[in-house]
């Protein structure tokens, strides 16, 4: 046996699970052809977001329905083409929005929100990159009267899960955040939340003490696995014998043979980033703006603004009317912003009940899987990583991880 633990992705959720492991002392080989963090784990809104336990899936968006396919302005796009040639998943996404199964799915949200600093700080510690991190809370604005209404429902739904909400008056919004240049009809502060000024540096510290810690980076595409009750064999141009398996390759992770992953209902959320460098200043925390659905955050490398949601393939090209969406309401956001430097697509990977799916594969004793993050990848990957550390070790892990069992009813 070559290693007792082999994971196959390196972005924030699999890097997560290899450092944890590594600290418990396992043997583990980290598989990945491209650079830490790379993927989808680079381009986030950087946000903590310990707040975020309300799904995507929710009864509005069975209201909103009709203007989401038909029409263009909104944060929430769904591709027709898509939608028809996954009718299944469509089916499935939009039955989870039915008011009761959206409170259930928070409530497994907020339990496993709950313990993410307690999986996230040890990382951030063992890798020395708590200069990356910064605690001034996040803030979220309403333009509209009927935004600010709207978020009564989902500041109770919040406070009613254990998240710290503090209601803030538009002046104070405007002092907190002098660069807001929309109207504020309510603001809260998150004060809880924290933001991360480069996610993907964040990724390439923890992968840096993971190798220096003694753990193997392999640069390489694994393409399937062959599991037995002795072991796993990962072929990934060369054959690796391990003890156990961590599917960790977010959105692709259906793509790995004899995983188990491969028949479970993995889509994509596409979101997309505007880099503006040299503006970082223009905000001082990250600031979700409800109804443009996307936050701008303070970056080392200038503003970012991120977020929308595009439900659309994996590999299909940018949709630049995205892009430009998100120009268009970075400027009423935030005034005369310049061209932006960058741009950026990335591929949240998404279950059509928005839980992660973390726990051992059905049938596969020795396979783990761990993907399906959507927009709370960067602030559960910790977690994450030590409950696969747990389940690699052969142990219980200290949270009730039933929610976000593989073999679960995706509706
Ligand atoms: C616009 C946007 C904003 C977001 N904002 C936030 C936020 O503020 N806070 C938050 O918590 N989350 C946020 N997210 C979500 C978060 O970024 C994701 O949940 C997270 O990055 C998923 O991490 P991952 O490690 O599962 O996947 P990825 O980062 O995509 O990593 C998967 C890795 O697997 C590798 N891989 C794929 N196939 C193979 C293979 N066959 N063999 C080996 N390796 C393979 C890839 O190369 C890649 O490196 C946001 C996402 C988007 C798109």
């Not at 443009?292 to 303070?298: H, K, L």
Request: hydrophobic residues 45%.
């Amino acid at each position: 046996m070559a290693h007792d633990l082999a994971v196959i992705g390196a972005g924030v959720v699999g890097v997560s699970c290899a450092l944890w492991a590594r600290m418990r002392g396992l043997s583990v080989v980290l598989i990945d052809p491209e650079d830490p963090g790379a993927g989808t784990s680079s381009g986030n809104a950087g946000t903590i977001a310990n707040y975020g336990c309300l799904p995507v899936n929710d009864p509005s968006v069975l209201r909103g329905l009709p203007g989401l396919l038909f029409g263009g302005d909104s944060p929430l796009s769904v591709s027709w083409g898509h939608a028809l040639r996954n009718p299944l998943w469509m089916l499935r996404f939009l039955a989870n929005c039915r008011a009761g199964r959206s409170d259930e799915i928070a409530g497994a949200l907020a339990a496993l929100l709950g313990q993410a600093d307690a999986g996230l700080n040890p990382l951030i510690e063992t890798a020395g990159a708590e200069d990356l991190i910064v605690s001034r809370g996040q803030l979220s604005v309403w333009s509209t009267a009927q935004g600010a209404a709207g978020a009564t429902e989902s500041v109770a739904r919040r406070r009613a899960l254990g998240v710290e909400v503090r209601e803030v008056a538009p002046d104070e919004a405007r002092e907190m955040e002098p660069g807001l240049m929309l109207p504020i009809t309510r603001a809260v502060h998150f004060p809880q939340a924290r933001h991360v000024l480069d996610p993907q540096g964040l990724v390439r510290r923890m992968h840096a003490k993971f190798v220096e810690l003694g753990g193997v980076s392999l640069r390489a595409r694994a393409e399937r696995v062959v599991d037995s009750p002795e072991g796993v064999t990962v072929f990934a141009g060369q054959e690796i014998a391990v003890g156990r398996v961590v599917i960790a390759s977010g959105a692709f992770s259906r793509a790995i043979a004899g995983s188990g992953a491969e028949s479970l209902p993995l889509g994509t959320e596409r979101g997309y980033h505007l880099m503006f460098a040299g503006e970082a200043g223009r905000v001082t925390r990250p600031v979700g703006w409800g109804e443009g659905g996307f936050y701008a955050t303070p970056m080392a490398a200038g503003l970012r603004l991120a977020g929308t949601v595009e439900i659309a393939a994996l590999g299909k090209q940018k949709n630049r009317a995205r892009l430009a969406y998100i120009a268009r309401k970075g400027r009423e956001m935030l005034g005369d912003l310049p061209e932006p430097t960058s741009d950026w697509l990335g591929f949240r990977p998404t279950m059509p009940d928005s839980l992660p799916v973390i726990g051992v594969a059905p049938g596969k004793d020795r396979v783990i899987h761990a993907f399906g993050h959507q927009h709370l990848g960067l602030t559960l990957g910790g977690i994450t990583g030590r409950i696969v550390a747990d389940l690699a070790e052969g142990r219980a892990p200290n949270a009730d991880i039933a929610a976000y069992a593989p073999g679960r009813r995706y509706y």
